[in-house]
Nanobody, 124 residues
Framework: QVQLVESGGGLVQPGGSLRLSCVASGRTGSISEMGWYRQAPGRQRELVARIMSGDTTDYNGSVRGRFTISRDDAKNTAYLHMNNLKPEDTAVYSC??????????????????WGQGTQVTVSS
């Protein structure tokens, strides 16, 4: 299993910055992708950014150029650097980890785990 713990959320004024961290523990060697998602009240959860094998990244168009996702495999941590924050960025931000491994029977087991989430509020 993989456990994910997010941190770094909080209250920030429009135009400000925050850095979110997601620390993974457990079977971290099998993680192939980590991502950040967000869910605002009354809205569906949406992808913010994800980082895949080879450090390939993918961003929601609304954050491209303002947010940067990165990953430090030595620390089993994914980061989301958020700059020029806007009120519409207010949401609960959650990280996830995707991966897979072969069990004792030689069968491929794919998984997706989620963290608890951290609140980001952008307001003056």
């Amino acid at each position: 299993q993989v456990q994910l713990v997010e941190s770094g959320g909080g209250l920030v004024q429009p135009g400000g910055s925050l850095r979110l961290s997601c620390v993974a523990s457990g079977r971290t060697g099998s993680i192939s992708e980590m991502g950040w998602y967000r869910q605002a009240p009354g809205r569906q959860r949406e992808l913010v950014a994800r980082i895949m094998s080879g450090d390939t990244t993918d961003y929601n168009g609304s954050v491209r150029g303002r947010f940067t996702i990165s990953r430090d495999d030595a620390k089993n941590t994914a980061y989301l650097h958020m700059n020029n924050l806007k009120p519409e960025d207010t949401a609960v931000y959650s990280c996830n980890a995707l991966g897979g491994y072969y069990n004792d029977a030689g069968e491929r087991v794919e998984y997706k785990y989620w963290g608890q989430g951290t609140q980001v509020t952008v307001s003056s």
